[in-house]
């Protein structure tokens, strides 16, 4: 009997993330410095949405209970703009020069792109516990309204400084933030459009990978 010795869909997204950790350090062995050093932070909030999902997979009982799966889709959706926020790091580029640029391309991406992974199969698995409960039509509606959230959630963290656990923490500066945005869209015609574009492209994203791993089970 032959026994099946490949790596899971976990497993490779866990050496994926380790691969970039062994950049990271790399650097600061060779440089002396700690530049990039808030990216394995930003990767650790990454993996909370994902690994939110890939327990309430193995719990779909939960799914049973309204209240139960109301607040860890609550809890879920406050994490997963982490997931996509890595792309923004990017920005960080064009102010380091010490290490090659090509280096630093790579060792960016590579956590952008575990970061990405750990959304889209988190929320790939959202999808699957909606439409097993309400149909395949009200999980795609889910999909797009959280891409549009995940991209307003990425602009807050971005560019207003806020964290997920902000709405405990500072929840009256943050509402009144996105009052803002809501009450005086044409004033913060930057602030939407980042959100539109990003929601977009993520949207197509999502949707690119589905179609490709229709034949992989997540």
């Known amino acids: 009997m032959k026994t099946n010795h490949s790596l899971s869909l976990h497993q490779w997204l866990l050496a994926s993330a380790v691969f970039s950790c062994g950049l990271l350090a790399t650097r600061m062995i060779v440089t002396r410095t700690i530049e990039y ?8 909030l990454a993996f909370i949405p994902y690994c939110i999902t890939r327990w309430m997979s193995a719990r779909p009982d939960l799914f049973e209970h309204r209240l139960k799966r109301f607040a860890l889709l609550a809890i879920w959706m ?18 380091v020069h ?31 516990l909606i439409g097993l409960d309400r149909g395949p039509a009200y999980s795609m509606l889910l999909i797009f309204a959280v891409m549009w959230l995940n991209a307003l959630g990425i602009y807050i963290g971005r560019y207003l400084r806020f964290n997920s656990w902000d709405i405990v923490t500072d929840p009256f500066n943050l509402m009144v933030e996105i009052g803002d945005l809501v009450i005086n ?8 459009g980042m959100t539109g574009t990003y929601a977009v492209f993520m949207t197509l994203l999502y949707l690119s990978f589905k179609k490709m791993g229709e034949s992989f089970r997540i």
């Open 37 to 44: 050093v808030f990216l394995p932070w930003n990767l650790f």
């Open 78 to 95: 406050l994490f997963i703009p982490n997931a996509f926020y890595i792309i923004t790091d990017l920005f960080h580029l064009r102010n």
């Open 98 to 128: 010490s290490a090659p640029r090509w280096y630093d391309l790579l060792l960016i991406f590579s956590f952008a792109w575990n970061g990405i992974l750990c959304g889209i199969i988190s929320l790939r698995r959202v999808e699957l």
């Open 185 to 192: 869209p044409m004033d913060n015609w930057y602030a939407w």
